[in-house]
């Protein structure tokens, strides 16, 4: 019992039977896995979003969008960026689930509430690794990107804008994502536990279709409650670019009051279609990801 007790001490504090360390991996491979996989959705959702036309705004479908981007770019035109997402996504949820499951552990397993406020302080960390290779992303993924690649719109903004140009929209990002993350944990973990209550199993284990529909659920519920958050993000990650008006203030409530008066109300929900068509698989998958490679270390 005595050699027992030492080794406990000297390890590290371990959680649902795994290390930090193995959180961290599941969690980078997971976040890496969802967006390589759902980057051309996202693209159009960029896209729309930074449209300053109003008239354009409103007209434009999500098949229109992605017929001019494949008729004249090419399917290339899709990915775009893709290598910035690639840089930002593996660290960023690494960080993500790592801290998530560690912020977990404290408190009650089983509490929506308990789950809500570990997703918020994973995405107040990860955001902080995300967010520069976000912007590269997003500015990337505009029609007429002037920037030739990841290394040519770092050196430019940072040339050009400072180093602040990277977390201009940090404090929008945070503020997005803390309700989105609140929402899209408590819900995943609901419908888990749902779902696992309605199968024929009653055991421990927890099958991938289970977690890919919670995670489903989850994502499309949290993407469409904050989409107009969203929309604040992508108009001061992208501002004085392709045409994007630049802005006075980096304030969200100033933001939002621009788009209202050039927009309308209708302005703050432009892109929620392809949002939501992103998050719903992106979580399914990235969740159901996230537990195989968990898994895989049991």
Request: hydrophobic letters at 45%; a neutral charge.
């Given at each position: 019992m005595g ?6 001490t ?31 959705v ?14 354009k ?17 090419g ?16 660290p960023?949820?690494?960080v ?5 499951e ?21 995405t ?6 995300l ?16 920037y ?28 997005m994502?803390a ?10 973990e ?12 009653g ?20 993407a ?17 670019v392709?045409?994007?008006?630049r ?25 929620w ?23 895989f270390f049991h």
């Amino acid at each position: 019992m005595g050699a027992t007790a030492a080794e406990a001490t000297a390890s590290p504090p371990i959680h649902d039977g795994l290390e930090f360390w193995q959180f961290m991996i599941a969690g980078s491979i997971a976040g890496s896995v969802e967006h390589m996989a759902m980057f051309p959705v996202d693209t159009l959702k960029t896209r729309m979003q930074a449209i300053t036309s109003t008239a354009k705004a409103s007209s434009l479908t999500l098949r229109q969008s992605l017929g001019s981007i494949v008729k004249l770019e090419g399917l290339g035109g899709l990915y775009r960026g893709i290598a910035a997402m690639g840089l930002g996504a593996g660290p960023a949820h690494a960080v993500y689930f790592s801290v998530y499951e560690s912020c977990k552990s404290l408190g009650n397993p089983n509490s929506p509430i308990a789950h809500a406020a570990s997703g918020v302080c994973a995405t107040v960390a990860s955001d902080a690794v995300l967010t520069p290779m976000d912007v590269v992303k997003q500015r990337l993924q505009l029609k007429g990107s002037p920037y030739k690649g990841v290394c040519d719109c770092v050196k430019r903004v940072m040339v050009e804008e400072g180093f602040g140009a990277f977390y201009a929209s940090y404090r929008t990002t945070v503020v997005m994502n803390a309700p989105f993350t609140a929402v899209h944990f408590a819900t995943y973990e609901a419908a888990k536990r749902g779902l696992m209550a309605e199968g024929d199993g009653g055991g421990e284990e927890e099958s991938l279709v289970v977690h890919a529909a919670a995670g489903g659920a989850a994502g499309a519920l949290a993407a469409v409650v904050t989409t107009p958050l969203d929309v604040v993000k992508t108009q001061l990650q992208c501002q004085g670019v392709c045409g994007c008006d630049r802005l006075s203030s980096s304030s969200i409530l100033d933001v939002i009051g621009i788009i209202k008066k050039k927009d309308g109300y209708g302005g703050l929900m432009r892109g929620w279609v392809p949002r939501m068509l992103f998050h719903a698989p992106a979580a399914a998958i990235c969740w159901s990801t996230y537990e195989s490679v968990k898994s895989f270390f049991h």
